[in-house]
């Protein structure tokens, strides 16, 4: 071990990964009370806020490096706020996070809503300008290079086949059913593809390329950049491959992406581009989905909770059920 993986590794010890687990599951239980209640805005605020409470607990000098915008957009959570409960002691710790991803899906109670956040020694997260981002996703098991933005959905679905073994036919990519993706879905049902279109929820669709039980065996398409992040942080703990290219719209996204020190606009990001590393991953279902069931209140007061935490220098994935009595 070198003396960087080691200062790694102390970082991160002192941050308990089951403490981290606590973080989501107290974003969880805040945003379940708005679940169907058709207010996107105050499930996020209960989100966020419950998440900032349980960040204060910790013992870490934490940096936000992925939130919810910057200072002047979002009161709490915001890009470059310090978080933990031992600000100048505790060890410093960069946080990528969403509250509450997933907040239409929370609203209309539909299925992946999660709070995730990931950790990382300093400086091993992209800060990530809050804009969109091509991404390609892949589970693990394949040789290294197969997928790439340069090549088209045909080209990246043939080459995942043959490396699997199969037809094109027999590949299940996931998409998000938006306007701007008719083409690429057009293009993968003219192969045969089968389609797994999600409403939201982006991060729960490129975690699912890693389970086979999701029968998803590819993920493609443009969603949010911090999402992109935080995906690439479950990835790098139990395996896969992830490219991410940033989208601007406008020349306003392009100087904010300047402001956060990236200067290449067209640069093509690997997994340890975005998360390198000692990573820990973790996230609690809101509502159920693929990866995680949803916040359930059974009798007696009792509320259970769903959750998954990941570390990358062991390859731990641990899944933790939760019981927490209301009152």
């Not at 809503?113 to 098991?141: H, S």
């Not at 996230?283 to 570390?311: I, Q």
Request: net charge negative.
């Amino acid at each position: 071990m070198n003396a960087h993986d080691a200062a790694t590794e102390s970082q991160l010890d002192r941050v308990l990964v089951l403490e981290l687990v606590r973080v989501t599951e107290a974003a969880a239980v805040a945003a379940a009370d708005w679940i169907g209640r058709g207010d996107e805005k105050a499930a996020d605020a209960a989100a966020v806020e419950a998440m900032r409470r349980a960040f204060d607990k910790l013992y870490m000098d934490g940096t936000v490096v992925i939130g919810e915008g910057e200072r002047d957009e979002a009161p709490m959570l915001y890009i470059g706020e310090k978080v933990g409960g031992a600000p100048g002691k505790g060890p410093r710790i960069d946080i990528a996070l969403d509250p509450l991803e997933g907040t239409t899906i929370t609203a209309k109670a539909g299925p992946n809503a999660l709070a995730v956040l990931a950790a990382a020694e300093e400086g091993c997260l992209l800060n990530a300008p809050d804009t969109y981002m091509d991404k390609l996703a892949i589970g693990p098991g394949y040789p290294e290079g197969i997928i790439s933005l340069e090549k088209s959905a045909t080209e990246n679905v043939t080459a995942l086949a043959e490396a699997k073994g199969v037809a094109p036919n027999l590949i299940n990519v996931c998409v998000l059913d938006r306007p701007r993706h008719s083409d690429i879905i057009a293009e993968l049902r003219s192969l045969g593809c089968g389609v797994t279109l999600i409403g939201d929820g982006d991060v729960a669709g490129v975690i699912a390329t890693t389970d086979p039980d999701t029968t998803i065996d590819m993920y493609m398409g443009q969603g949010g950049a911090p999402e992109g992040v935080l995906a690439a942080a479950a990835l790098r703990c139990v395996g896969g491959q992830f490219n991410g290219r940033l989208v601007f719209r406008n020349e306003d996204e392009k100087a904010r992406a300047r402001k956060w020190g990236i200067e290449d606009l067209d640069r093509i990001y690997l997994l340890e581009d975005l998360a390198k590393g000692d990573c820990i991953f973790a996230a609690t279902g809101v509502t159920s989905g693929s990866l995680l069931d949803g916040v359930k209140m059974l009798p007696g007061g009792v509320m259970t909770t769903d959750s998954v935490v990941m570390r990358a220098s062991s390859g731990t994935v641990r899944w933790i059920r939760g019981e927490h009595r209301i009152g």
